[in-house]
């Protein structure tokens, strides 16, 4: 009898951590692809103006064309991915009810550090495939490492601190909870922006 009870503790504390995995890890994916996403639709409207002559955005000679079609393939590869980030555990509305906070700490650190090592495996992989592109392509393609670095950096060390913080707020700023992934979204934001420049 005691056997079985203890089994099905250990399936149910199982079946409890993977869905915390399953929600940490689908949050901070979700949260990177907003981050690159939004990079990516930026420097296409930088690029877009620099097509247009109103800015100069890089020091290659690149004719005008060249620069509208880069401009292009950095808004359409953008805005995947905000499309497939609002189709995620954020489009849906999921979040992580039910656990500790230091659950959900630990839970969101190893899941940003892992997103951003499959960023930094994916910026390898598309650059060696991508070597000879236009200038403002291989920015975005930085975007990618820039991504990556905060994600594994940054991240741990200030925003999911910082999310976890917010998340924590006492009953009567209730209404600041619901800020956590927000934060989280505006620390890697910024941090991605620092290292990409």
């Known amino acids: 009898m005691t056997d079985t009870s203890g089994q099905r503790a250990r399936l149910e504390l199982l079946r409890r951590y993977a869905i915390l995995a399953y929600?940490?890890?689908?949050?901070?994916?979700?949260?990177?692809?907003?981050?690159?996403g939004s990079l990516l639709v930026g420097l296409s409207i930088a690029v877009l103006l620099a097509g247009f002559g109103l800015a100069d955005v890089t020091a290659d000679d690149l004719s005008t064309g060249e620069l509208l079609i880069s401009a292009i393939v950095l808004a359409v590869v953008g805005l995947f991915c905000l499309g497939v980030a609002s189709e995620g555990p954020l489009g849906r509305g999921r979040r992580l009810v039910g656990f500790k906070i230091w659950e959900v700490g630990i839970g969101r650190t190893l899941a940003v550090f892992g997103t951003g090592f499959l960023a930094l495996v994916?910026?390898?992989?598309?650059?060696?495939?991508?070597?000879?592109?236009?200038?403002?392509?291989w920015k975005g393609v930085e975007g990618f490492r820039a991504v990556g670095?905060?994600?594994?950096?940054?991240?741990?060390l200030l925003g999911v601190p910082l999310s976890l913080l917010v998340?924590?707020?006492?009953?009567?700023?209730s209404w600041v909870r619901q800020a956590d992934i927000p934060?989280?979204?505006?620390?890697?934001?910024?941090?991605?922006?620092?290292?990409l420049t």
Do not use: H, K
């Open 167 to 173: 998340r924590s707020a006492p009953d009567e700023y």
């Open 23 to 36: 929600g940490a890890v689908g949050t901070m994916v979700d949260v990177g692809l907003m981050v690159l």
């Open 122 to 137: 994916l910026y390898q992989l598309i650059g060696s495939i991508l070597e000879s592109v236009p200038s403002p392509i």
């Open 149 to 156: 670095v905060a994600g594994m950096t940054v991240m741990p």
């Open 183 to 195: 934060v989280m979204f505006v620390i890697w934001t910024i941090a991605a922006m620092i290292i």
